[in-house]
């Protein structure tokens, strides 16, 4: 009886039609074709009509004898100011999202942001190697959200911009405890 299912399958198998595979659709040889990146896709386009074309450019031989060097009042009033040319690093102990450990680099951040003039503050969360990846995401987001939120709370209205890096973009290794300390951690850049 099995051997009778065999051959009753075998034959079915045989008699499928196979499905027809498409040709392979060629473009008219009467044009210029281009690859455009349109509509978050990458596409074939006619070269001039759909393809977004190049803007003219012109060339400066020289620089002008007087240049404008009208400034605003604003941009004098903040030259001098320096930025921080590094990040601010913000460490977090395992599992946490509240800097009990980094509160000295948030107020280290506070006097920064309150001396300084900046457009935007961008707020990074890390993690370490330990746990699965929704849950580093989840955790890296929830520190960055604690430190925007501490600052809020202390009167930095600033835009802010907050990215989750779990399991992302090391500063140590995550082999030793020491490693892993150093990984859990928001990066403020400002």
Known sequence: MKLRHWILLALTGCATP????????ELPAKRNYGIAWMNEY???CDAGDTCFNPTPKTRVNSLPAHPNSTVSIDNQ???????????????????????KTGMNQLEEILKLLQQQYTNMIRIEGY?????????NKWL??????????WLKSRGIHH???IEARGKCCYKASNDTEAGRA?????????
């Open 182 to 190: 150093m990984n859990r951690r928001v990066e403020v850049h400002f």
């Open 42 to 44: 990458w596409r074939i």
């Open 18 to 25: 196979d499905t027809p595979i498409e040709p392979w659709t």
């Open 77 to 99: 009033k903040h030259s001098n100011r320096l930025r921080p040319a590094s990040p601010v690093i913000v460490n977090f102990s395992f599992g946490q999202s509240n800097p």
């Open 127 to 135: 993690t370490d190697s330990t746990g699965s990846l929704q849950y």
């Open 159 to 161: 835009p802010v911009t």
């Open 140 to 149: 890296a987001r929830s520190r960055a959200e604690s430190v925007a939120a």
